[in-house]
């Protein structure tokens, strides 16, 4: 296929009436008269071989093709937004745009709530929006990253793509203040024996899969799509939980709980900010990138991490 001789004002066209699915409504949605988005449709119907929306009564459903063209429909139109608006200069004191990033709740406590300070106090017409990272980061990291402005999630778990280290976190394990059933220190007989509360994003959570090597088989008795409440859940019980220290000292004033070392070396958490390619070169992104390392490098230089 030969990218030059491509509209691409065909991909706003495609968009539209495969969501709206109406040549009217599409057209109204972009600005273009009914019969020019019937004559875009008629193109993209050429193109595709294939008739995209097929009438069904009174109204119009997708083809096979037309539902699989929906979502990479959606992702090449975020990506060549991105791209179009890529910046040769940044000034963040007068900018206004939105950065939309992915992160865990455990990094948006630890990491993203001093970044947002940051942002607050040098750029205030700049936006933060923090979004669940997906199960799917493994597999579609590339299509997540070219919809994003970036992805906050420790090494080891993707590559491939350019990333900044922030800074480091230890793993520390959780056990209710008044658990009669452990000592002093944690055994690793405790781990094999105790029940466990457990992120349930496993990729999330490469010191878990180092017990393993151990092994150590978790006895998984409650999982929870939250770094955040697994103290919670573990006060008051006999479960333990393995999460990171910098936010076990954020969350111990709110749960009755002792922070104990692990009874092994545990892997240490590299946490980074990865983007997409597109992204390297854009003025906006270069100042996000140099934001995000001042406040991850003010973080590694705080004491009892």
Same mark, same amino acid.
């Given at each position: ?62 083809? #096979?093709?037309?539902?699989?063209? +929906?979502? $990479? ?8 937004? /991105? =791209?179009?608006? *890529? &910046? ?20 948006? #406590?630890?990491?993203?709530?001093? +970044?947002? $300070? ?8 700049? /936006? =933060?929006?923090? *979004? &669940? ?42 056990? *209710? ?129």
């Amino acid at each position: 296929m030969n990218l030059a001789r491509l509209d691409l004002n065909l991909v706003v066209a495609l968009r539209a009436l495969l969501e709206e699915r109406n040549v009217t409504r599409a057209g109204e949605r972009i600005g273009l008269s009914q019969p020019a988005m019937s004559a875009a449709l008629a193109r993209l119907r050429r193109h595709f071989d294939d008739e995209l929306l097929a009438r069904v009564g009174a109204h119009y459903e997708l083809t #096979a093709l037309g539902q699989v063209l +929906l979502d $990479r429909t959606s992702t090449a139109y975020d990506l060549l937004e /991105r =791209l179009f608006a *890529s &910046q040769a200069h940044f000034d963040p004191a007068k900018e206004s745009r939105e950065f939309r990033l992915m992160a865990s709740d455990y990094a948006v #406590a630890v990491f993203g709530t001093e +970044l947002a $300070r940051v942002v607050h106090e040098e750029a205030p017409g700049i /936006r =933060l929006r923090f *979004s &669940q990272t997906p199960p799917t980061v493994v597999d579609d990291t590339a299509t997540l990253l070219s919809a994003t402005d970036g992805l906050l999630m420790p090494h080891g778990v993707v590559s491939g793509f350019p990333a900044t280290d922030l800074y480091e976190d230890r793993w520390v394990f959780v056990v *209710s203040a008044d658990h009669s059933g452990v000592g002093d220190r944690l055994t690793r007989a405790d781990l094999a024996r105790l029940p466990w509360v457990t992120y349930q994003r496993t990729y999330d959570s490469p010191a878990v899969r180092q017990l393993g090597m151990l092994g150590i088989e978790p006895r998984v008795e409650v999982s929870v799509d939250s770094f955040q409440l697994l103290p919670l859940l573990v006060a008051g019980t006999r479960r333990i939980a393995l999460v990171q220290a910098r936010l076990a000292r954020l969350l111990t004033p709110l749960a009755t709980v002792r922070v104990m070392p692990p009874p092994y070396e545990a892997v240490p958490l590299r946490e980074a900010l990865w983007w997409h390619p597109v992204h390297t070169h854009d003025a906006a992104h270069i100042w996000l990138r140099e934001t995000a390392a001042r406040v991850g490098k003010r973080l590694t230089e705080t004491p009892g991490a």
